[in-house]
């Protein structure tokens, strides 16, 4: 029988190993404890790096939500600074917090997940990101954005994309409404006809699809 402290326990193995802060898998045959497995995580390359430029950027409030034990939790918050954690939450736990959090929340909310149960939170989050190297089909498929390499700085990538495209998008709005704006005033008051306005319309079309379109031209992909 192999199972986490608690399942044991249920099953009537006593006095288990005490692991602290490690993650563990207890194991036991035949009514006798056999002892436990413990390993633990690393951080990823770069990870603080990126949670130092996300603040830089605007990013008011970054937290945990995990399933790990507390001690683990807490000491990885601790490592990077984070403003708060939450520890051994089960999937529909995980949704409670993150809706508390975004209740209080002045902006919008972003969660990132990897696993089966985050499946729920990144569906429910503002803007749900998921690891596409090692994430779980579940959790990718529900996601809004995907992060193919799994490289923290891809948060970074991703948040510049999203800046990009919300100025192009302004930008277009106030370009095209401008121009369609000016060339009315002008069909009224006589001075342009029906051919200025053809080849006004169809220019603040090209002129939206190639400022779009600056944003990637000449970039390598990460």
């Known amino acids: 029988m192999i199972g986490s402290a608690k399942y044991l326990q249920e099953h009537g193995y006593d006095d288990l190993i005490d692991v602290e802060d490690e993650s563990c898998v207890h194991a036991g045959k035949n009514g006798i404890y056999l002892g436990a497995i413990t390993f633990a995580d690393e951080l990823r390359p770069g990870m603080r790096d990126t949670i130092a430029q996300l603040r830089s950027k605007g990013i008011e ?31 529909d736990q995980k949704i409670e917090h993150l809706e508390r959090l975004m209740q209080v929340s002045s902006g919008f909310t972003a969660y990132v997940g990897e696993g089966m149960n985050d499946a729920p939170a990144l569906a429910r989050a503002d803007v749900g990101i998921a690891m596409g190297k090692i994430g779980n089909p579940a959790s990718i498929e529900t996601a809004d954005i995907v992060l193919l390499n799994d490289r923290p700085e891809q948060l970074l990538k991703a948040l510049e994309v999203a800046e990009n495209t919300h ?11 401008g121009v369609k704006v000016l060339v009315m005033v002008l069909g009224l008051s006589g001075v342009s006809g029906l051919w200025e306005a053809i080849i006004a319309d169809v220019g603040v079309t090209l002129l939206a699809v190639l400022n779009a379109g600056r944003f990637g031209f000449g970039k390598s992909r990460t």
């Open 61 to 91: 409030h970054l937290g945990v939500l995990s399933g790990d034990r507390k001690l683990k939790v807490q000491a990885l918050s601790r490592e990077l600074g984070l403003d708060f954690w939450e520890a051994e939450l089960l999937p």
């Open 167 to 177: 100025k192009s998008v302004v930008q277009n709005i106030s370009l095209a409404l």
